[in-house]
Structures are given as structure tokens and as C-alpha cells.
């Protein structure tokens, strides 16, 4: 065991640790990928140890990695400021160690959800909440445009398992969006991503049928859907939720109250980027009886207001999320057509796989692609149905 001292200004709260941490004696404080929430939980972790440490023989790569930073930092003339308060994320050690972690299985999340939040029950609700919660975080800040590209793209074409599948991808966006445009403190962050998850909770039965059903709405149906945000309030009230903000934020997901965010409350702002990613998300998906939205059709819809002005979380989710978010088909100039696997320096510029030429024929291999250059600039979206070649979730998820 060769142990080396941390700063304790170099854990972030709040992020999956990537590395093990132990004490100056070598007893094990905390497993790699544990999450510090709290400065008095770190400063605990420290009494316990009497220091924060990292086993360079069993995290080596990780502190390698933290060192090379230092030095590149150093090399920069960076402020010594900045240096010390460099902080070790799960995020920064992504790109070092992708090759090495397994995907997220968005099948079984798929079906954690449904299970969870059709039949939800006092005893464990909280736990297995938080669980599936604290799995998305993770997905969210570590691989935040493989997140969004998997969700995206299983909400274009689920049907079964819709409404766990549009929660998940809700939570998530509004994390990014909370996280990435917004800068929310951290607590916000995941405040707003349990709401999004359990937004429609007390209708997850109802909307799995909707989806499938090919008449319209009955009476009793109608009054469900337009009272199911105060009903969710209340289920999560019973399941043992105690959080004001989350509860009113679900609450007032469905209010129609455009105007400044500088004069909401902050319950109000988050039901707002709610509401928004609601949404995008609800026009992206399929039905039975109804074709999803082109990814287009579905930004426009939350970036203007019920008063057709620009709505400020409705512009910060498309600033954030780009034109054309991962999971959405896009034509090139070159007359190809791919599926965008990451984000871009701009809004309109992403990252695209090719999976058919321009004859329209399947490449075989997804072909990357820079819609930034002219020969591969983006000419429009392409809907769901009218690609020929579905390619498996994993293999595209390999590209972002």
C-alpha cells in the first residue's frame, strides 16, 4: 500500500468519487464512486481517517491522471488560486477511463422505472428512489451526451414503458440544463431532478395505456391527466417525500405561467424547466395512434411560451441542448443521413454518425461525422420512421 495525502479542497461534494479513499492508516472511508453530498460528511470522513487519503497502488491511474493536471496547470501559469482549487471529478476522469466502464443497461433502467413508479409503495420507495435517481446523476455528469443520446432515441420509438422512460429523460435534462446554462447549486440540481422523475407519478399506469390506445380520451381519462400533477403531490406526500420544493415544483409542473424567471419563486423556476422539458420530451415521443414530433417541432414547442414570446427556460433547454440534440436523425449537405452522438461548439454544429449514404443505402459502420464543415453541414431533420437502419442503442452509445 503506498498512500498519498488529498487536499480536502480536491474532493468535490456532491460527485461520484473515482478513486478509493482511505484514511493515513489505510482504513477504507469510501468506495470508489461514493458520493460526498456534504461538507460536514467529508469532515467526518476526515475525523475518521485523521486524513484523506489515495492508494497510488490501487488508484494509480486516478492520481496520475490528478497529477498530470497539477502539472499542466503549473506549465500554464496558471494562478495559484485555480490550482488549489482543482477538483478531482468523476467528470475530468471520464475520457481516462470510458475504455475501461461498462454502459449504463438502459433496458433494465427502463424497467427499474416502470416498476418503481407504477406500483410505488411506502416501505421502499425512498431507497429504490434514490437509487435509480443517483444512478442518473452519475450517467448525467460523467457521460452527460451518451445520457441524452439514449434517452432521446428510446423515446422516439417506446411505447410500453413510456412513461418511466419520459421521466428519466425529463430528470436528466433538467439536470443538465440546471447544471451546465443554469449553474444551480448542486442541491437544486438534484432537487429539480427528483421532480422531473416523479413529475407523473400518480398516472405512470394511465400514460403506459395512453400510449398504446387508439381512441380518444374518455371523460374519466381527461380529469385524471389534467389533475395528476396535485394528485403526484400528494402520493409523494404518503411515500414519505418532506421536501418543499420538490413537492410544489411537481405540483405546478402543469401551470401556464409564462413571464420573467427573475419573479418566480424557486420551486416556481424549477416546475418551469419542468414544465419545459415535459414538453420537449412528450412531443418527441410516439404513440399507437400518433407519430412523434420532429426534433425540431419539439424545440420550438418549449422555447416559446404560452404567449409565443421566448420562454427563458424553454431557450436555456435548446442553448443547452443545441438545435439538434443527440438521438435526433439529421440530413448533410452530402445528401447522408446520421444520428447526432454529441453536442457541438454550437448550437447547430453537432457531432453526427452516418448511417446511410447519400443513396440511401446502410453504411455498415456508422461514419463520423463534423457538421461544423460545409461538406457535412446539417440540412434538416429526419423523422424516426424514415430511417431504414436501426442501429443498435450500444453501438451508437460507443460514438458519443
Known amino acids: ?58 488508484s494509480g491511474g486516478s492520481h496520475r491522471a490528478y497529477l498530470a493536471q497539477l502539472q499542466r496547470m503549473l506549465i500554464a501559469d496558471t494562478s495559484l488560486g485555480e490550482i488549489a482549487a ?57 457521460t452527460p451526451d451518451a445520457t441524452l443520446l439514449a434517452l432521446i432515441y428510446l423515446s422516439a420509438q417506446e411505447t410500453r414503458m413510456y412513461s418511466a422512460t419520459h421521466a428519466m429523460l425529463v430528470s436528466c435534462v433538467c439536470m443538465v440544463v440546471a447544471r451546465e446554462m443554469l449553474r444551480w447549486p448542486e442541491a437544486r440540481v438534484q432537487q429539480v431532478g427528483h421532480a422531473g422523475l416523479s413529475m407523473n407519478i400518480a398516472m405512470t ?39 418543499p420544493l420538490w413537492l410544489e415544483a411537481v405540483r405546478c409542473h402543469h401551470h401556464r405561467t409564462p413571464g420573467p424567471l427573475a419573479k418566480k419563486t424557486e420551486a416556481q423556476q424549477m416546475a418551469r424547466l419542468v414544465q419545459r422539458a415535459d414538453i420537449f420530451g412528450a412531443r418527441l415521443a410516439p404513440r399507437v395512434a400518433r407519430l412523434p414530433m420532429p426534433v425540431t417541432a419539439a424545440m420550438q414547442a418549449s422555447y416559446y411560451d404560452e404567449e409565443h414570446q421566448v420562454d427563458e427556460m424553454g431557450a436555456a433547454l435548446v442553448k443547452t441542448l443545441g438545435v439538434y440534440p443527440p438521438g435526433a436523425f439529421v440530413r448533410l449537405a452530402s445528401q447522408e443521413v446520421g444520428v447526432v452522438v454529441r453536442r457541438g461548439t454550437t448550437a447547430t454544429t453537432p457531432r453526427v454518425a452516418v448511417v446511410t449514404n447519400r443513396d440511401g443505402m446502410p453504411t455498415g459502420e456508422p461514419i463520423p461525422r ?31
Open 1 to 58: 500500500m503506498n498512500l498519498v495525502s488529498l487536499n480536502i479542497e480536491s474532493i468535490q461534494l456532491g460527485h461520484p468519487l473515482p478513486f478509493v479513499l482511505r484514511g493515513s492508516d489505510g482504513v477504507l472511508l469510501a468506495q470508489k464512486g461514493y458520493v460526498i453530498r456534504t461538507r460536514e460528511e467529508l469532515a467526518s470522513l476526515v475525523a475518521r481517517g485523521r486524513a484523506l487519503c489515495v492508494d497510488t497502488d490501487e
Open 370 to 400: 463534423e457538421s461544423g464543415m460545409p461538406p457535412w453541414k446539417i440540412t434538416g431533420v429526419v423523422a424516426f420512421k424514415d430511417v431504414r437502419v436501426k442501429l443498435p442503442l450500444e453501438r451508437l452509445l460507443s460514438l458519443a
Open 86 to 142: 482543482m477538483k478531482m471529478t468523476a467528470a475530468e476522469q471520464d475520457s481516462r477511463t470510458r475504455a475501461g466502464r461498462l454502459p449504463p443497461d438502459w433496458p433494465e433502467l427502463q424497467l427499474r422505472a416502470t416498476q418503481l413508479l407504477r406500483s410505488p409503495t411506502a416501505g421502499d420507495f425512498g431507497a429504490r428512489f434514490q437509487a435509480l435517481h443517483d444512478e442518473l446523476t452519475r450517467h448525467v455528469e460523467q
Open 205 to 243: 399506469e394511465l400514460q403506459d395505456q395512453l400510449a398504446q390506445q387508439t381512441h380518444p380520451l374518455t371523460a374519466a381519462q381527461i380529469a385524471a391527466v389534467e389533475d395528476h400533477a396535485a394528485r403526484s403531490e400528494a402520493l409523494l406526500r404518503q411515500l414519505g417525500v418532506a421536501d
